[in-house]
């Protein structure tokens, strides 16, 4: 009888690659991007393998980590666009340096940039933001010159860059490496389920709203992608089966003309196509006389970030609309034949019981509960390091302290009340997202709460068609906005 053949575990060192131009030599993860394929895969993807790299990618929002692919990698790109990305990549970090201490870990990305001290303390080798793809190619040759001088290539070599506010010279980005759109959020509209491709038109913006952590990176500089780069990235997705088209830009509208050129084409290649954007109140307003030109070349709904209906709220905020501006916006839109999701920071700390209250009714009253997902009700003003909200006089009074690992201020509400309403519409929009429930019902389950919470309840009863008896707004099924606390089943990875 033959012996049972002995099983020989490599050391971990063993499997790693041995060259940075290997494939999986340089890995680069994506944890989060509001449940679309990721733009921080693909477009730094493209530059890499310009530079004549040969990347493997990672979106752990839909796949389990690999440890033998952590353990391959010489460096690792960990992609921050937003602070729920930042904390699962913080605890993706910590266990790629448990499996490969050796390896560089660089974060990139507008919430790198925003916590650059506190990773560089703990996990981080390196940190890029703004226009980083070219400074991101630049730290992977660093670590593969040090590489051939055969040094370490953590321990010392620690890179901080000031964010890249320079114009790209842009590579064409590489859609077709990921994951299948089939794994990613489809569009929900006219009871069909539709695959969604995303783009970004433009980057950063022209605004310094205080609450939004682009206008501490970029400071109010924008860059329009080049039209044919962003053409043959939605080329590339409709032939992955794209059937909708999300441009992800912070504001469509910051270059209309340019966005306006890319709509146009985009129609004229794939007609069928549909697509949405976002865009400022105040930009729907001013450049009112094109939204009627978007619906024709196949718009079927805008995202803009209303966040209040409170003045006062809305000027400690700076997001240049008013309460009466919403409306106009929300006439604009409606005329055009298109519907307007409107987005909001439901609690800070100048608002009151009163304008949550209002807000709900807003939504109620305006019939844009299919147009608002229940979890914006949500919302908590989230204070990143760094944030531009620190400079503002009024917010001092509530301000707590810096919690480092939570990667945001603390701040408490003077009204306790608002404090307690917050934890109970954070439940009950957590226990609702497990389930298919109607969206009125939670809607209508928080109406009452607020009013309970008030000590009174609402002058009117709660009307509102079942599903089957209403035609409902044009929806991407990922509700999910940027939160201060991710849920444990994200962050365990």
């Known amino acids: 009888m033959n012996p049972e053949p002995v099983q020989i575990e490599l050391p971990r060192h063993r499997l790693r690659a041995a060259s940075m131009r290997d494939e999986g030599a340089v890995v680069l993860i994506s944890c989060y991007e509001l449940g679309h394929q990721p733009a921080g895969l693909a477009v730094p993807l493209g530059f890499l393998q310009q530079a004549g790299y040969n990347p493997t990618t990672l979106d752990i929002s839909i796949d389990n980590v690999d440890e033998e692919m952590m353990c391959r990698a010489r460096f690792i790109g960990i992609s921050t666009p937003m602070h729920t990305a930042m904390r699962i990549g913080i605890s993706a970090a910590r266990r790629v340096r448990g499996l490969n201490p050796e390896c560089h870990i660089c974060f990139y990305g507008m919430y790198a940039t925003l916590n650059a001290d506190y990773l560089l303390d703990t996990v981080a080798d390196s940190v890029v933001g703004g226009e980083f793809e070219e400074q991101l190619v630049d730290v992977v040759r660093q670590v593969e010159s040090r590489a051939a001088l055969s040094r370490p290539v953590t321990g010392t070599l620690k890179i901080k ?115 949405d954007f976002t865009a400022k109140v105040e930009h729907l307003i001013k450049h009112r006389e094109l939204i009627k030109q978007f619906k024709d070349l196949g718009c079927i709904f805008i995202i803009s970030a209303v966040e209040s209906l409170n003045d006062s709220v809305l000027k400690y905020l700076d997001k240049g609309h008013s309460r009466e501006d919403v409306y106009h916006a929300l006439e604009i839109a409606r005329n055009a034949g298109l519907s307007l999701r409107p987005t909001w920071v439901a609690f800070t700390p100048w608002t009151t019981l009163d304008d949550y209250i209002e807000i709900v009714e807003f939504v109620y009253q305006e019939r844009l509960i299919d147009s608002v997902d229940p979890v914006q009700l949500s919302i908590r003003l989230l204070i990143p390091p760094d944030s531009r909200l620190l400079t503002l006089p009024e917010l001092q009074p509530y301000l707590g302290e810096l919690d480092q690992a939570s990667l945001y201020y603390r701040w408490e509400h003077p009204d306790l009340r608002m404090d307690e309403l917050y934890k109970r519409i954070t439940a009950l929009v957590e226990e609702a997202g497990c389930t298919d429930e109607d969206p009125a019902v939670i809607y209508k389950q928080i109406r009452e709460e607020a009013y309970a919470t008030r000590g009174d309840a609402p002058t009117t009863d709660f009307m509102y068609p079942d599903f089957e008896q209403r035609e409902r707004a044009p929806r991407i099924t990922e509700p999910w906005f940027c939160c201060a606390e991710p849920t444990k089943e994200q962050i365990s990875i």
């Open 161 to 275: 860059r000031e964010p890249n506010l320079r114009r790209l010279s842009y590579a064409p980005s590489n859609r077709k490496a990921l994951a299948p759109l089939e794994k990613y959020a489809k569009l929900e509209w006219n009871g069909d389920e539709r695959l969604v491709g995303y783009v970004e038109a433009t980057r950063g913006c022209l605004h310094h709203c205080l609450h939004c952590p682009i206008p501490a990176v970029y400071h109010g500089r924008f860059f329009a992608v080049p039209r044919e780069i962003i053409l043959d990235e939605i080329r590339q997705q409709v032939e992955m089966g794209a059937e909708h088209i999300t441009f992800g830009d912070p504001d469509f509208l910051n270059g209309p003309t340019h966005s306006l050129k890319i709509a146009r084409q985009l129609h004229h290649e794939f007609p069928h196509i549909t697509f």
